[in-house]
């Protein structure tokens, strides 16, 4: 007697997705779901995605994973918020720290008050009040429940690591759950000849591979749901043109800073990532402003150490699959689509998807209802990232090359108009349902590119101004301290988890 429940899964592609993929739903589904991936060493991975977010620490503890073992095994360091370098105009930086900014203080959030008195006159950075802002340009890192003497929530970061560290990591994991792993060139993918559905998988050498439910992590070429299942993508180059990027590592430099660096050039943007034994580094760049030598040119200019490897390029397609399930073809990682790596939301939305996967896991029947909640909950999140991504192009000062005017001058998403507008008169900015990035985040990103709300929240009105002055010089007093306080990023990985 069958229950209808799935007795298989096979996973197409060993990549940072498919590995995450077998570790969150291995451990989800225990030995009810025989699991198997499938992938070539051969072809070989992407390899580069090395920044997160700190959602990243409810998946490794949903595996049990502990963080120093983690970050010893993927040479990873502390990430506590993105530094944009010369966005906004030439010569500007502002960070998108993780955590909140400031501290509660009445029935208006706390960037009202500090709007306030901006409109008043003071020139306090919003950023002295984020104690995430504040230890990330010091350089410094301990991990806190709180600060401040409990005055103050503590540290919130995410991390820096080698992703290909990370999926070896997770392979590990994954095998001693039971996951059977199956190394071979996938040449062929059999369809039941009236559903369509995919059915198995014929290698190289001639082996089958069947299944009953099969993600695909094949990579930006989507082996499984484009090019079996012909999906269809979305292309979102109009607003988010950048479609290649150079990549290089090269030697250390200190200090060791806990936060990404992303600085605006010509024609595109820079990334410095902080590793334990090296610092990642890539340019990504929009190929219709600048060849992809002039771009290697610009990235190996900017390095902070020597080359530790030949420069490698990789282009895309910035946009997403039309449908991220299709038939019993879940697409995850690169096959489901690709946004930059500007807010470091790839691996994210591989461990969001698999969340949803698991709310929704499906029985045999494969029901169309619950198929469609999947892909409007993701198509959602897509594009909730997608416009975030925009504001950082489109509210810029810089007019200095073509690129930038372009961006300047781009018209945007009505969703993403709609906020900026709210925001530039009254400084009020709403999250929704599936929006990843949450208020600290847009008021970060909207003052750091210039865009300053005109008007005073009312509801600030019931805190008079001595009251408040004391309230802002005192919650900077107590930051300051409470960073002082801190050890050296460097000093707490030594004393926690060097890689040897
Ligand atoms: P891949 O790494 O391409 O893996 C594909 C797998 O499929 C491989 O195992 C391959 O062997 C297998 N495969 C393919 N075809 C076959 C076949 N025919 N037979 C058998 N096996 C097959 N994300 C972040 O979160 N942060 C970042 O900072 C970040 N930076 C990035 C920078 C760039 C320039 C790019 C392009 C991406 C970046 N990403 C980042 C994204 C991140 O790298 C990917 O999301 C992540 O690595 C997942 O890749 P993947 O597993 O989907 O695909």
New binding site residues.
């Given amino acids: 007697m069958t229950d209808g429940g799935l007795k298989s899964l096979t996973i ?7 590995w995450m993929s077998a570790a969150m739903l291995s451990r989800a589904l225990g030995s009810t779901v025989a699991i198997t991936v ?4 051969e ?10 977010i700190p959602a990243i620490k409810l998946l490794n503890g949903f595996l049990g994973l502990d963080e120093n073992d983690f970050l010893a095994a993927t040479h990873g360091t502390i990430k506590l918020g993105i530094e944009f370098v010369d966005w906004h105009t030439v010569g500007q930086s502002y960070l998108h720290a993780f955590g909140p900014v400031g501290r509660p203080l009445g029935m208006a959030a706390f960037h009202h008050y500090w709007n306030r008195r901006r409109l008043q006159g003071h020139d306090e950075s919003l950023w002295d009040y984020s104690l995430n802002a504040r230890a990330a340009r010091a350089g410094k890192f301990d991990r806190l429940q709180q600060a401040g003497g409990g005055y103050l929530e503590g540290l919130v970061h995410a991390f820096h690591f080698d ?1 290909a560290l990370y999926a070896k990591y997770l392979r590990r994991y994954s095998e001693a759950q039971g996951v059977r792993r199956v190394e ?4 062929g993918v059999n369809q039941h000849s009236e559903t369509g559905f995919v059915t198995d998988l014929t290698l190289q050498d001639g082996r089958r591979v069947e299944g009953e439910f099969f993600i695909d ?5 989507g ?1 499984l749901i484009e090019e079996t299942l012909k999906t269809g993508y979305d292309d979102w180059r109009g607003w988010l043109p950048m479609d290649s ?1 150079i ?1 290089v590592p090269c030697a250390s430099a200190t200090p060791l800073l806990p936060y990404t660096r992303a600085t605006a050039r010509e024609a595109g943007w820079q ?1 410095r ?1 902080p590793l334990q034994h090296r610092t990642g580094n ?1 340019h ?1 760049f929009c190929s219709e402003h600048i060849s992809a030598a002039e771009a290697t040119d610009v990235l190996m200019r900017n390095l902070d150490g020597a080359p530790l490897a030949e420069p490698r390029q ?1 282009n ?1 397609t910035t946009g997403r699959r039309r449908q991220f399930w299709n038939k019993n073809v879940v697409a ?4 489901s689509g ?1 946004m930059e ?1 500007l807010e ?5 939305l ?1 461990q969001s998807a698999l969340s949803r996967l698991v709310a929704l896991f499906p029985n045999r029947d494969f029901n169309a209802v619950e198929i469609a909640e999947y892909n409007r909950q993701t198509a959602l999140e897509y594009e909730y990232i997608r416009d975030f991504l925009i504001l950082h192009y489109k509210a810029t000062s810089r007019e200095d090359t073509p690129f930038w005017r372009a961006c300047k001058a781009m018209d945007i998403p009505d969703t993403l108009k709609a906020r900026m507008e709210l925001f530039a008169q009254s400084g009020r900015v709403f999250s929704q349902e599936d929006d990843l990035f949450k208020e600290a985040s847009w008021i970060q990103v909207l003052i750091g590119q210039g865009v300053l709300p005109g008007a005073v929240h009312p509801l600030t009105r019931q805190v008079t101004d001595p009251q408040l002055d004391d309230y802002m010089t005192n919650l900077r007093q107590i930051m300051a301290r409470a960073v002082d306080g801190l050890p050296d990023q460097a000093d707490f990985i030594a004393r926690h988890c060097a890689s040897g």
């Fill in positions: 197409v592609g060993g990549g940072t997705a498919g499938v992938e070539s060493d072809i070989g991975t992407v390899g580069v995605g090395e920044a997160t992703a071979g060139r996938i040449v992590c094949s990579g930006f070429r082996l990027a990549a990334w990532i890539g990504v990789l895309f995850m990682g690169l096959a690709f790596p470091s939301t790839s691996i994210h591989v």
